[in-house]
């Protein structure tokens, strides 16, 4: 089954870090753009960040901006979304996607609660 796998997603409290992976199943995740977005109960999916298949584009959204950092190591066909300064607003399940294969995975929960 071709999808992402991800893990990391914790209950953290506010203003902790966490650091989330993906690893593409199946699949290589070579001159893919790869990307993060998250859902949480009630609120419309967001995208949080994406990178480039080269790495070298990465965007964000404006609420994550400065405080969520996306990395690709094409070597192990995986993703990483480094979040600092977290809030209760960044609560939800975390998805790794593919923009263009549309493949994406389970999600990983993530709480951030005090």
């Known amino acids: 089954q071709l999808q992402f796998v991800e893990s990391g997603g914790l209950l953290v409290q506010p203003g902790g870090s966490l650091k989330l992976s993906c690893v593409a199943s199946g699949f290589t995740v070579d001159y893919l753009a790869v990307g993060w977005f998250r859902q949480a109960p009630g609120k419309e999916r967001e995208g949080v960040a994406c990178?480039?298949?080269?790495?070298?584009?990465?965007s964000y959204a404006d609420s994550v901006r400065g405080r969520f950092t996306i990395a690709r190591d094409d070597s192990t066909e995986a993703a990483y979304l480094q979040m600092h300064d977290l809030t209760p607003a960044d609560t939800g399940v975390y998805f790794c996607y593919s923009p263009s294969r549309g493949l994406r995975g389970q999600g990983t929960q993530v709480t951030v609660s005090a």
């Open positions: 990178a480039s298949y080269s790495g070298g584009i990465r």
